[in-house]
């Protein structure tokens, strides 16, 4: 089974947990526990890549439309997505910005986050786990 993040090096699961959303760091291995915290974690894109630049325009928009129907099917309050560039090209939204969306799947919100791949240099652990504490406080 795939786990989410699980690349060494990623700081999802050490920002996850600095933000306030885990009571400890989480392994990769840990991430159906987020279920008991409230939380759940899928993909726009169920393959693994190194980098987001691997994944086509058309698999992000599949993805989008795939995503959008499990939001509608479980109603979670806030859907989060980490990668903007993702969230631009997947929901049609070019000029997006990070943080909370005006629009919504059915009344689910919507709050986008950079991707905390160690890749992603635009954004030290700080401040990733900044704009994480964000959504956590909105939570």
Do not use: C
């Not at 890549?49 to 959008?68: N, P």
């Not at 890749?119 to 504490?133: G, T």
């Amino acid at each position: 089974m795939q786990q989410h993040f699980g690349r060494p090096g990623n700081r999802f699961w050490p920002t996850l947990h600095r933000a306030g959303f885990t009571p400890r760091l989480f392994q990769p291995s840990e991430q159906h526990d987020l279920l008991k915290l409230g939380y759940g974690i899928t993909n726009v894109v169920a393959r693994a890549t190194a980098a987001a630049d691997e994944l086509t325009r058309e698999e992000l928009i599949e993805g989008g439309k795939a995503l959008t129907r499990r939001v509608l099917k479980y109603k979670p309050r806030y859907l989060a997505i980490v990668g903007i560039g993702a969230y631009r090209t997947a929901f049609a939204r070019p000029k997006a910005k990070l943080g909370l969306q005006d629009e919504t799947i059915g009344e689910t919100r919507i709050w986008v986050l950079p991707n905390p791949s160690g890749l992603n240099a635009n954004y030290q652990a700080d401040a990733l786990v900044e704009l994480f504490a964000e959504l956590r406080a909105a939570t």
